[in-house]
């Protein structure tokens, strides 16, 4: 009787610690879980940001002024355009 209850005794005490490790386990799973998702609205955070400046750089309007301030470009008169026509040949 007494060797049953020194086993039973045992066995108690190895299910209690592995169930202490199991919630030290999840919690710091949870934990991790936490960290994960702030970093995760940090980084939706900063894509935002970046999708309106790249459709800020993007802009046609910006496009046109540097072109015209930086590279020197201008739109072409009509002396300077030329209309070539291509004659598509028909399907037999």
């Known amino acids: ?7 039973l005794f045992a066995l108690t005490i190895v299910l ?39 459709s800020t750089w993007a802009m046609h309007s910006r496009l046109e002024e540097f072109a015209t301030t930086r590279l020197h470009m201008h739109s072409p008169s009509m002396q300077q355009t030329q209309v070539i026509m291509v004659d598509v040949p028909s399907a037999p």
């Open 16 to 54: 209690a610690l592995g169930v202490v490790t199991a919630q030290y386990k999840a919690r710091k799973l949870y934990f991790e879980l936490d960290r994960q998702a702030v970093l995760t609205k940090q980084y939706m955070t900063e894509y935002d940001q970046l999708q309106i400046e790249q």
């Open 1 to 7: 009787m007494i060797r049953l209850n020194l086993i």
